[in-house]
């Protein structure tokens, strides 16, 4: 059994789509991060980052944040959505660093400038929908080439990007008309993978209403 501290952010969707293609059980314990209950004493204890998503393995005993880790160790520990080794396996971690380090900061940095921001900084709202769109050419023209992030394999870079491209690209596209010129790969790759009945019940966990 797995407890899962999640909220209702493509970051903690990650995890639940993960629990679900692999079948794993676990309970939800929802952390309102409107509420700040990511600062809770005993949630730092899991995460002293203090940000979701977070898991503990029963099994294990094991306690992990951070959700490309988190993804790491389930594929691990199932022996699905990563290869054991050889270039698959790295093709899927490039990319998995990618949505990390490059996709989901970028475009929490667009969303908060351009959203939530009480001053609208024209210079930050400019270099992060750049980026955002910079991002998104660089994803299209992946999937130019192969059916999936990491070849011709559903992983966890897949599930890793999924929810961040679903939440934004609509948004982008809306708001920010031209900003990503091409995006007809990412549109049938969303599509495919949304139709995913895992995907679709790890979307909602935990519940958005």
Request: glycine share 6%; charged share 20%.
């Amino acid at each position: 059994m797995i407890d899962f501290y999640s909220w209702t952010t493509p970051n903690g969707r990650k995890v639940s789509i993960m629990l679900e293609e692999c079948g794993l059980a676990y309970t939800v314990h929802p952390v309102n991060i409107s509420l700040n209950q990511q600062f809770e004493p005993n949630f730092l204890k899991i995460s002293p980052n203090n940000k979701i998503p977070a898991i503990v393995d029963r099994e294990t005993g094991s306690t992990i944040f951070e959700s490309g880790a988190i993804l790491v160790y389930l594929a691990e520990k199932t022996g699905r959505y990563l290869a054991k080794s050889g270039d698959a396996r790295w093709k899927a971690m490039e990319w998995l660093m990618w949505q990390m380090a490059g996709l989901g900061p970028m475009a929490g940095q667009l969303n908060h400038f351009a959203v939530f921001a009480k001053e609208k900084i024209p210079y930050a709202i400019d270099r992060y929908s750049n980026e955002y769109a910079r991002l998104m050419n660089v994803l299209e023209k992946r999937l130019v080439e192969a059916e999936y992030l990491a070849g011709d394999e559903y992983t966890i870079a897949d599930i890793a990007a999924y929810p961040w491209v679903a939440a934004t690209l609509p948004v982008v596209t809306k708001n920010f008309k031209g900003l990503v010129k091409h995006h007809e790969h990412i549109d049938k790759w969303l599509k495919h993978i949304g139709e995913r009945p895992a995907v679709q019940r790890g979307m909602n966990v935990p519940p958005s209403n």
